[in-house]
């Protein structure tokens, strides 16, 4: 059976949709409702690193996590762990061994990179995808998804919904905002921003900027397929990813930066140690 890749909305939410497509919906009058009852309602950075920190713990147990040892893991430490601090952020990184291609990125600074994603990037494209969900982090975009999500389950499940302050969610309602989290739509503005986080990451760092090109280019080649009108649609929300592959070649040649990108050698096997070579006795002969 073909496998499919299937696009999230990452950037790249990133690109894509996962298994997990469970989405809250509301109806106009439960809106009016949540509009009006968390009017006096406060969401700080604590408060979302908290419910993130336990709804991504919640997905760990769900899914396949790679181990320490894995290749996947040696891989993204390898390309990624020099740039698990930065200003305002502290990142813990894993490795889903799933075959979507998908990355996402919480509140409370952790980043979850699908190895389907990892299959089909080279390192510098990699960088470029979660540079891209850093960039939700550094601008709250994360810490907005988080809470929107609390207050719909707090509305729809009465947990404090005209409360000012954060409840303790149940296990169902942690497993409904995770699923919401991966699923997050942000918007045009907030999807560019991280774009251009993305892109001032590569070049901060020096690292090919044109790598954010081609990873766009990749999921735009993939939305081409048979299931591209379902990937429209999903994405509606969404700059499409030829364009975000043409702004990043934008920003690229504006810069005097531009190239075309040469996708490198994709390796997610774990490194050879080569062992020392043994060392051959010898013996004085008795005279």
């Known amino acids: ?6 696009i999230v909305g990452l950037l790249f939410a990133v690109f894509g949709f996962t298994k ?39 997905l760990d147990t769900e899914n396949q996590v790679a181990s320490a040892t894995d290749p996947y893991t040696l891989r993204l430490n390898r390309v990624f762990g020099k740039h698990a601090t930065g200003e305002g952020y502290t990142l813990n990184f894993k490795v889903y061994k799933l075959k979507e291609v998908n ?15 990892m ?21 709250n975009d994360s810490r907005d998804a988080v809470r929107a999500a609390y207050q719909k389950e707090a509305l729809l499940d009465g947990v404090a919904s005209q409360s000012a302050t954060v409840a ?6 942690l497993g409904k905002i995770g699923s919401a989290l991966i699923d997050s739509k942000h918007s ?5 921003e991280a774009d251009l986080f993305s892109y001032n990451f590569l070049k901060k760092n020096g690292y090919n900027v044109n790598a954010e090109e081609s990873a766009f280019r990749i999921l735009a080649k993939m939305s081409e397929g048979s299931e591209a009108s379902f990937i429209d649609q999903m994405m509606s929300s969404h700059p499409d990813s030829k364009k975000r592959a043409d702004d990043a070649k934008a920003r690229a040649e504006k810069d005097g930066l531009y190239k075309a990108y040469i ?3 994709i390796v997610n096997t774990a490194p050879v140690v080569k062992k020392a070579a043994a060392t051959k006795k010898t013996t004085a002969k008795k005279k």
Do not use: P
């Open 1 to 6: 059976m073909k496998k499919k890749f299937i």
């Open 20 to 58: 997990i497509n469970a989405q809250i919906n509301l109806g106009d009058k439960a809106i009016g409702a949540l509009q009006k009852g968390v009017s006096g309602f406060t969401f700080s950075n604590a408060d979302a690193a908290k419910l993130s920190k336990e709804a991504v713990d919640k």
């Open 103 to 117: 990355a996402f990125a919480t509140a409370d600074g952790s980043v979850r990179v699908y190895s389907g994603l």
């Open 119 to 139: 299959d089909i990037m080279d390192d510098n494209e990699l960088l470029a995808v979660i540079g891209h969900e850093i960039g939700h982090v550094a601008n």
């Open 168 to 173: 303790t969610v149940t296990d169902s309602q």
């Open 188 to 192: 045009r503005k907030q999807e560019s």
């Open 263 to 265: 996708q490198q050698k």
